[in-house]
């Protein structure tokens, strides 16, 4: 028997847990319920189902857990390519044939390649809806790896590369500081890889990676929209049951060893503007430290009214932007912060500034108007995600994979809520300091010298 | 920032035509959903004049407890004077720096304390500025909305401040070739036309602008008559209009003379601009001439045709490319719809080894277009995948509130989305062809790339007889300024 379990997800009633935590009330004009069903197939996949008649289309996110932390040296990026290879044919659907398909009936597709995860991505009317599982379960069970395909989708991510590292600035940076930040840990090689092993990465590896990486039992899949659970249930029996499972990816045992004191890099580049780019290394998302980690990054960096941008672009007025990011991850990760200096500002000058903001937030409580402040814009961003069918999709399958349950998406505005002042202080202290950050700084030279 | 993922494909239909109108109708195959023959609809909104002029657009939407205020100024780049480019841009980004009330800090915090997000920005025909908060927050989110259209002071020193930081956020984006190819095109495609204008403005122009300039560009522009506010979300009609009323009803009404725009004429022969990046290991491109204006009687065809062309990921040039020969990650063309003619472009990128080979591609799969026109079964496959995709353009109020303001601004009505299933269906060959004679540019070409010039600069000399270099790091785009500065 499979299970099938309901969890009644109001967004009223979310709204309301989190303003009467801050001691607001709150009159909502309309409740209205998205409950998510789910089940186990027999394969091990496990689906999550969340019915929306807003639109009748529908939003198909499959997540595979795999990504280039399940690489090695040599053939770094391959994960992402494979997921291009997972669009050049099966065998129902041959080279070019899935898209063409797809498009013809009304979908359209995309997929992403994260350090940990995997995500293919369909949107389509429901009218193309037997089609998307006809398609889906055909790549799943018999991709197939043409010569041909390997050899021009090659140079496909090789331009991609060049695009979004080589000739962006910042992605230089990234990369750099990733590969210093990380010794150990496969997190340190770039998700989309090094050119070289773009350049030789054989046909032996694909293969390798496809029987590691794509058991039903890796994955999870969420469907939202203009669809009933019974209806893809039924489906899911249909196409998607009968995959055999097989051995997901063996773990990945490394672990990144603690930082003991500062690394410091330097990229030399043609460029009008420095630029600068901070990791500090932190725990993987679902450790407790989460949601105080996501408060304290609001009241640095998010708005205008954050202490980043008041003190580094307001008051000093040494950089255009101060930003931080962090992805979901598996294992201990990074949270980077990035600033771009003004031009002739020497980047030690925007460190500085950083440097004693981060002491300031870790020696002295923020005020009760920056943490309700704070809470109010998790809120408000949690609605953003959640207003469409994509969204909602992509934030589900997030949960699911990453927290171990997408449960505690309905616990999150309560996660939030819960931060108190003291928490911060503890994690500026816990992770802020110098001992476990590495610096990365890209210093313009003159475009003409390089070119020589 | 998401640097640590890689994505399959390009976003088709990006930024770049977010402002422009979506054309497309929809309806659904009813063979595996026999109880769903609905028709994609626009919900119900209504359109009240306040006495002053004022243009209000209502539309109640439920679900999400969010209220989205598009606010459109009839005023953009177009109305920029000669020499300050950008100054339409410098004033909806002075907005929020100082009312009455507030200084720029207290406005952001005030702003940031209920979670709002406030965007203004001006594109070529207009400025936009959009606000969204929570339903609850209501009282002080329309509070905070009247202060930035009616009661900004623009404070000398934040004044600046922002043009010193908007110079260098052209520097920083001339780091990306990318990010900047398409204000380089427009430059080199318009000329002197007001639509050839960065609407960013340039290093040189923002050095002329002061904050009397920015002043009297308010008053001339912000007014009653020349604006549209269009709110979408969880509210009460009646209790919304009387808000609005309270709070711009006293806006006095002022005279505001319509920028007129030159016509629009396509650029003759084969034109040439290579603005050199020396340290480029890829070179960008971007091909076309003038497209059409956002009302044109051709619009949902050349929709339909650009679909197959260059519009989605199983498009001609595409499919050519990328899919094919592997030069690119990707490959699209576009139009931007505009109050008149705005551009029309195909825009790649390839190694520079690679630069010529798919240049001439890009061209074999225009010249094709134009002998061959499209097949029946191409132009179902267009129209599925239009009619399929539509529908996640009006699912928020965020997305509603700008589609309606903007149909306001340009004379349009709900069947664009009511009626242009129809529209949709009525394309046939005979009509496709009209539209590719008539809208796709043939032998009348501009080029602008991006890239290396000594590794490629040679070998593009082919393309037109017509030639211009810029460095990237000088000053501006396009016309180059008389006196360079360096």
């Not at chain 1, 309301?16 to 004009?29: K, P, Q, W, Y």
């Not at chain 2, 359109?47 to 657009?57: A, F």
């Amino acid at each position: 028997m499979r299970k099938v379990s309901w969890n009644v997800f109001t967004l009223a009633t979310l709204c309301a847990a989190m303003c009467l935590c801050d001691g607001a009330t709150v009159a909502l004009a309309q409740q209205q319920e998205f409950p998510v069903a789910t089940r186990t197939l027999k394969n091990g996949m496990k689906v999550l189902v969340q019915t929306d008649h807003n639109i009748p289309n529908i939003a198909l996110y499959i997540f595979y857990r795999i990504g280039s932390r399940n690489e090695r040296p040599g053939t770094t990026g391959i994960s992402h390519f494979f997921e291009h290879m997972m669009f050049n044919g099966a065998k129902k659907y041959g080279p070019g044939e899935l898209d063409k398909v797809m498009e013809a009936n009304g979908g359209s597709n995309n997929a992403y390649t994260t350090r940990d995860v995997t995500v293919y991505q369909d949107w389509f009317p429901r009218s193309a809806l037997p089609l998307i599982y006809d398609i889906e379960a055909d790549r799943i069970r018999d991709l197939s790896f043409d010569p041909d395909k390997i050899k021009s989708e090659r140079e496909v991510v090789a331009s991609e590369r060049r695009l979004s590292v080589d000739n962006e600035n910042a992605g230089v940076l990234d990369e750099q500081l990733w590969a210093t930040s990380f010794i150990a840990h496969p997190y340190q090689w770039p998700v989309v890889g090094w050119m070289s092993d773009i350049e030789h990465w054989t046909m032996a590896d694909l293969k390798h990676h496809f029987e590691m990486g794509y058991a039903p039992n890796n994955a999870t899949m969420v469907v939202v929209g203009d669809v009933s659970p019974e209806e893809i249930f039924k489906l899911c029996e249909t196409y998607i049951e009968p995959i055999p499972t097989h051995e997901p990816p063996p773990p990945v045992t490394t672990v990144e060893p603690e930082q003991m004191g500062e690394r410091r890099l330097v990229v030399h580049k043609p460029a009008q503007l420095p630029l600068l780019m901070l990791g500090y290394h932190i725990p993987q998302t679902n450790n407790a430290d989460f949601y105080a980690l996501n408060v304290l990054r609001t009241i640095l960096f998010q708005g205008e009214s954050s202490r980043m941008y008041q003190r580094l672009v307001d008051k000093d007025q040494i950089a255009l932007d101060v930003s931080s990011a962090d992805e979901p991850a598996f294992d201990p990760t990074m949270l980077e912060v990035a600033a771009q200096p003004k031009q002739g500002i020497d980047p030690q000058q925007c460190e500085k500034a950083i440097y004693e903001e981060l002491d300031r937030v870790a020696n002295a409580p923020v005020s009760d108007k920056e943490l309700e402040k704070a809470k109010n814009i998790r809120l408000v961003e949690f609605y953003r995600q959640m207003r469409t069918i994509n969204g909602r999709a992509n934030t589900i399958g997030t949960y699911e994979v990453f927290f171990g349950d997408y449960n505690k998406l309905f616990d999150a505005a309560r996660n939030y809520s819960a931060v108190t002042k003291e928490d911060l202080l503890r994690v500026a202290k816990g992770y802020f300091g110098a001992n476990n950050r590495t610096v990365a700084t890209l210093r313009p030279e003159e475009a003409q010298k390089a070119a020589q | 920032m998401t640097r640590s993922r890689a994505n399959r494909s390009l976003a088709f239909s990006g930024a770049r035509t977010a402002l422009a109108l979506i054309f497309v109708a929809t309806i659904f195959a009813a063979s595996f959903a026999p109880l769903r023959a609905e028709t994609l609809r626009m919900p119900p909104h209504e359109k009240v004049v306040l006495k002053n002029g004022l243009t209000v657009l209502l539309l109640q939407k439920h679900g999400v407890p969010l209220i989205n205020i598009s606010t459109i100024v009839k005023a953009g780049a177009v109305a920029d004077p000669a020499g300050q480019d950008g100054l339409a841009t410098i004033t909806a980004d002075l907005l929020r720096k100082g009312t009455k009330t507030r200084t720029a800090q207290q406005f952001a915090a005030a702003l940031d304390f209920i979670g709002g997000s406030l965007e203004a920005e001006a594109s070529s025909d207009y400025t936009v500025v959009n606000l969204e908060f929570l339903t609850k927050d209501l009282a002080r989110g329309l509070e905070l909305f009247s202060d930035v259209l009616l009661h900004q002071t623009f404070p000398e020193d934040e004044t600046t401040k922002l043009l010193a930081q908007s110079a260098d956020s052209i520097r920083a984006a001339k780091d990306d070739p990318q990010s900047v190819a398409i204000p380089y095109y427009c430059g080199y495609l318009y000329g002197t036309h007001p639509y050839g204008r960065p609407g960013s403005g340039d290093e040189i122009s923002l050095a002329t602008i002061r904050r009397d300039d920015v002043v009297k560009f308010y008053e001339a522009n912000y007014a009653p008559s020349n604006t549209i506010i269009a709110i979408a979300g969880e509210f009460n009609a009646d209790e919304m209009k009387s808000k609005l009323e309270q709070a711009f009803g006293a806006w006095p009404a002022r005279t505001v003379k319509a920028e007129a725009i030159p016509p629009v004429t396509p650029s003759k022969g084969k034109r040439l601009l290579l603005v050199d990046k020396p340290d480029a290991s890829q070179v960008y491109f971007a091909i076309g001439n003038t497209g059409v204006s956002a009302t044109d009687p051709d619009r949902v065809a050349i929709r339909v045709v650009n679909t197959i062309f260059g519009g989605r990921f199983t498009s001609e040039l595409n499919e050519a490319l990328r899919v094919e020969s592997g030069y690119t990650y990707g490959a699209e063309s576009f139009f931007d719809d505009r109050k008149a003619a705005g551009p029309f472009a195909i825009f790649s990128f390839t190694k520079n080894e690679t630069t010529t080979p798919a240049i001439d591609l890009a061209l074999q799969v225009l010249a094709k277009l134009h002998k061959d026109g499209v097949t029946e079964e191409q132009l179902k496959s267009a129209k599925s995948y239009i009619k399929g995709q539509f529908p996640p353009n009006i699912e928020t109020s965020r997305q509603l509130a700008r589609i309606i303001a903007s149909h306001e601004f340009y004379g349009l009505s709900d069947d664009e989305v009511n009626q242009l299933e129809a529209r949709v269906d009525a394309v046939t060959p005979d009509v496709a062809r009209q539209v590719i004679q008539k809208h796709f540019p043939a032998d009348n070409l501009v080029f602008v790339l991006i890239g290396k010039a000594s590794a490629v600069g040679p070998a593009v000399r082919k393309y037109a007889t017509t030639q211009d270099t810029r460095l990237i790091s000088d000053p501006g785009f396009w016309p180059a300024p008389v006196a360079s500065k360096k």
